[in-house]
């Protein structure tokens, strides 16, 4: 309690003297001032703990100089003191900015009430303060770890690039067609997967990914992969700014590539043609992707071609979003769908 300074502001010299005297037997340190305009210079001029204003001064009334000292930059809690009991001047002063208010009495017992308006205001700023340095710290320490998992998908992001570079050098050494084409559908994996955390690193949130920017990148390279001058591939997306969480946007993006894979390798063997891929939300809960074309379709008694592991993982994937694709029998090339919830 020695070391609270505080700032008694009255115009009246026995009740300033008083004041002085009976707060420092509380064990206070005390600094008086006459008038309004010379407490805000000695408030401006050192730093006080607390600061008491009487309302009925002359020249700068009580209010005035609240308004004065709120001014200053990090300023003091202000205890309002009046000898008025009207409920308005109450009112306004807690409006202005003041911590407490204290009606202005004859005899101790008045010092006692500012005694203890002051114990409670400082024990307010107190928590005040120690509130906004934990959120300040927890502030720095969220800057800080989003920076680092940042930097971590990043890495990873490079790592993978550079996994699918290597994956790419093998594939060309091969002569057997069919270890090739299946180096070159684990490289269309990666990259999907890659795309996750290039999104996530390159954004101001490191918890989920904007599945229209995430997809469109997606689906352009797709096009790239795929689309020659011989067999062209038109791969067109519709897709709404969904959110989803890093999970659940790595799943849905392995799904797409192995649908639209599976579209451009086996809807137009002869020809091009068109893959559409969509993705809307049902409601603020639910979302359906679909991947569609108009090719030849799938035969009733079609044999799976290729190693069947596009299959195991599209089925896999869409576990892991507790969901599973379903293909459209009316549709007149193929038509898969998967329904999911965003988290």
Known sequence: MSETRVLYI?????????AARALERRGYRMTVAETGSEG???????????????HYMPGMDGLETLEALRRLPDPPPVVYVTGSEEG???VAALKAGAADYV?????????????A??????AR?????????????LRASNARLEALLGEVNHRVANSLQLVSAMVRLQATALTDPSAREALEDTQRRIQAIAQVHRRLYTSNDVESVDM???????VDELAETWSTEALPRALSLAAEPIRLPTDRAVSLGVIVTELVTNACKYAYPNSGGEVRVALRRIDDDVFLLAVED???????DAVPRGTGLGTKLIRAMAQSLQSIVEYDPTHAGVRATLRATVR
Do not use: M, N
């Open 40 to 54: 805000v210079v000695k408030a401006a001029a050192q730093r006080f703990d607390l600061i008491a204003v009487d």
């Open 88 to 90: 308005r001047i109450a």
């Open 125 to 137: 700023a107190l928590l005040e303060h120690e509130k906004a340095a934990a959120e300040a710290d």
């Open 10 to 18: 009255d115009d009246d010299a026995g009740i300033r003297r008083l």
């Open 103 to 115: 009606v202005k009495t004859v005899g101790e017992d008045f010092f006692d009430l500012l005694a």
């Open 212 to 218: 229209q920017e995430y997809l469109g990148a997606l």
């Open 117 to 122: 308006s002051f114990e409670q205001v400082r």
């Open 294 to 300: 108009d090719g030849c379709g799938i035969p009733e």
